[in-house]
């Protein structure tokens, strides 16, 4: 019903900066927030930053500072900018929101910090 991709992966050095983005379609009127979550191989699957139907906004405090996460709404986009990234950040980074009934994914992003 929600379908997510994200975008704007890659790999920078350390104290770079990189932008994110995840693009919905699909029921999108139902959906209640989105989030990004990373994940390393691995590990579990960890939540990055969250933004509210409202706006309001949180972010875990391994990234408050650096991390924001914003949204279009006009263009159903939600982004997550990250600066001063350390290589501690590298992650496979997902997209997600819920509605009434489902969590949904995206395909992941990778970002990978290193010199």
């Known amino acids: 019903q929600v379908q997510l991709v994200e975008s704007g992966g890659g790999t920078v050095q350390p104290g770079g900066s990189l932008r994110l983005s995840c693009a919905a379609s699909?029921?999108?009127?139902?959906?209640?927030?989105m989030n990004w979550y990373r994940q390393v191989p691995g590990n579990q699957r960890e939540l990055v930053a969250v933004?509210?139907?409202?706006?309001?906004?949180r972010y875990a405090v391994s990234v408050q500072g650096r991390f924001t996460i914003s949204r279009d709404n006009a263009e159903n986009t939600v982004y997550l900018q990250m600066t001063s990234l350390k290589p501690e950040d590298t992650a496979v980074y997902y997209c997600?929101?819920?509605?009434?009934?489902?969590?949904?994914w995206g395909q992941g992003t990778q970002v990978t910090v290193s010199s």
């Open positions: 997600n929101t819920m509605d009434g009934r489902n969590n949904y």
């Open positions: 699909g029921s999108i009127l139902s959906i209640y927030g």
């Open positions: 933004i509210t139907r409202g706006g309001s906004t």
